[in-house]
């Protein structure tokens, strides 16, 4: 009987083990797929081409990428502009100030920020944002700007949890030490807390900028999607997310790899944001 | 032994519930299914016609109860691909044929205009087709230069690709390139969208779509109207044709018969389209 139990436990290990490894399989079979599809173009028309061009005509052969890479990285630098300071205040107040019962109140409701679908977020970007930018600032209101507020308020719950906890979890002792110095609470926060908890601030900062280059619903909806690189904040611009979510309805033969050769970099530039994120950063707290 | 049992009766309950399902979805194939074949007529092609087709297949299937009637998109290229491998029956295209596909037979089932619209609010009412193009190929990007204020002109075109702006790009753009800095969305319904909240926009859509959120302007003098596009007055317009290739089948033939008959033809009016009748 208790051999019986001993193996079905080690069924039970060995079952969930092959489903923990599934996972593994299909980020595996994703990065095979973009690869296999994206990468014979770059064959073709060249690294260089495709990655430093100017100029994307995919349907009379011209393949450049490079106005939305910069695109891309101006969406969530003006993200990171207004979520960041909104998403630290937001974390300090939260660990620092807040009582018990505004905790509980605002955590979930932070959840909840979280769970709207970006379709939404792109929904209200054009009816409130984009009017908004329009009257008030001018230009088409489809603008680096309308995409920044819009990814700014998308990135918060991701800055707010992750610097939360790397507040949380510098020692007690810490403030304490301060307290007895003499400190006052803000001089405790500004000059101890925060920067104890800087990896921690910082990596929520770059998973922030992962979310934001990898928006892709929202981001169509209010950028206007223009080609140029853009010259002020109120002009229209392009993503890499977005280039493909607008093309690939019709896209076929090489503008389908075209595609898929925008994925790719898109993956890379993901890849690195996630490996800053988590090795770089996290790695000099347990040091 | 409980729990066993009651994971044994949902693993049986679930293979039932899909083998029933299988049974089903094998009774409603058009090939397989118990009593007569039915009979299949495939198409393909562009994206613009194909939920028109869709709807001239509904109301066909209501009264040929035997066929069934296979819509799918993939654009205009692809459908005349396809046609000449055979792969399909009828080929869907809303560009007119280049030269080495002219082998394919052509039947026009209507026509398309596309008008250029901006908002309401907007005074100017009437430009030139070489006005239209500087416009989209980035030369004019003043309203001031069309009479009206000074402010930017926030010009919309639809993505690489799309039938609307293949045809766009040959009735009107003629040999220039479409500007990089103006706006793009992806289908007419997102175009119409940005023209009908921007008082200092201006895009292009299919004439079936305009209603009173936009206004169509007026290009050298002559409004899109079904009569000017009718009479050949007004120029940006595009066929839409069902491509046939070799020996055609009676199937495909009633179906087409259907779709040019006064019936079906009032079909596609009823949407905002050209009829040939």
Redesign the interface.
Known sequence: MIKKKFSKEHAVRWVLMLFALSSLLFLFLIFIFILFEGLPLFHKIGLKNIIFGF?????KGSFGIF?MIVSSFLVTFGALVIGAPLGLSCAIYLSEYSGKRLKMFLKPALELLAGIPSVVYGFLG?VYI??MV?NYF?????SLLSTSIILGVMILPTIISISFDALMSVPRTYREGSFAMGATKWQTIFRVVVPSAKSGILASFILGMGRAIGETMAV?MVA?????IPTSIL??L?TLTGNI???L????GD?RQGLFSTGVVLLLIIMILNYIANFGIKRKVIK | MFLRNNLMNKFISIVLFCSVMLLCSCNYSPTTGFGHKKKTVTLAGS?SIMPFTEKLAEHFMVDHPEFVINVQ???S??GIQACLNKTIDIGMSSRELKQEETILNEILICHDGISVVVHPRNPVSALTLEQIRGIFSGHIRNWKELGWIDR?I?AVTR?????TRGSFEELVMKNE?IY???????SNGSVK??VA??P??IGYISLGLVDNRVRALSIDGIYASVENIKTKKYKIVRPFLFLTYGDINDNVIIFINFVISKNGQNILKKEGLIGIL
Do not use: C
């Open positions: 100029k994307w005509a995919p349907t106005p054009v984009v009017p329009r001018g230009g088409a209101g489809f169509i206007g999607n223009a080609l140029k002009d229209p392009r979510a607008l093309e309805a019709y896209a076929t503008h | 994206t998109g993939g654009g290229t692809a930017k926030d993505e690489e690709g799309s039938g390139e990089d800095g103006i706006m793009v969305q992806d969208e940005v909240t921007d200092y926009a």
